[in-house]
């Protein structure tokens, strides 16, 4: 039973979710912003998912001289599940494919982001695909611990 405990104090600590964050899922990563894209772009990769494009937030700010600490956006997708959402509601294609941002606070804390899955079904009308958001919200929980070193 203690290391039930333990392991679910383990679990928040590690999660930041709340009506506040609107439909955003955080994890503190173990890793910094590049490393710990470049894990779940690998995680992805592995599993078949498509890598639309990655996004140096950070770079382009400084490059025009606009400093802003590491921030990294990776957008992905697959067809599979996230089609699944279009032929219920075609809005839904304004939040897929799916993005994560890997980011550095002010504390010098790195947090992975991502927008949760039935967050994206409720603000889409979308209550006809149960299984699907269940599915992908399951997949985007293993992918993002693999990434921040939560797993």
Known sequence: ??????????????????????????????????ETIDRLE??????????AMRWSHSDRANKVD????????????????????????????IDLPMKALAYEDEKGQ????????????DRHGIDDRKEVVAKMSKALDNFSSVATGNK
Not at 42 to 51: M, N, Q, V, Y
Not at 110 to 121: E, G, K, M, R
């Open 66 to 93: 606009i400093p802003l600490r590491p921030t990294e956006l990776l957008v992905f997708g697959n067809p599979k599940l996230g089609s699944n959402f279009f032929t219920s509601k075609q809005t839904s294609g």
């Open 42 to 51: 690998k995680a992805l990769k592995e599993k078949g998912i498509t890598i």
């Open 1 to 34: 039973m203690k290391k039930i405990a333990i392991a679910v104090m383990l679990l928040i600590a590690s999660v930041s979710v709340y009506a506040g964050d609107n439909g955003l899922i955080s994890k503190k990563s173990k890793y910094s912003v590049t």
């Open 110 to 121: 790195v947090w992975l982001t991502y927008n949760d899955p039935q967050y994206i079904a």
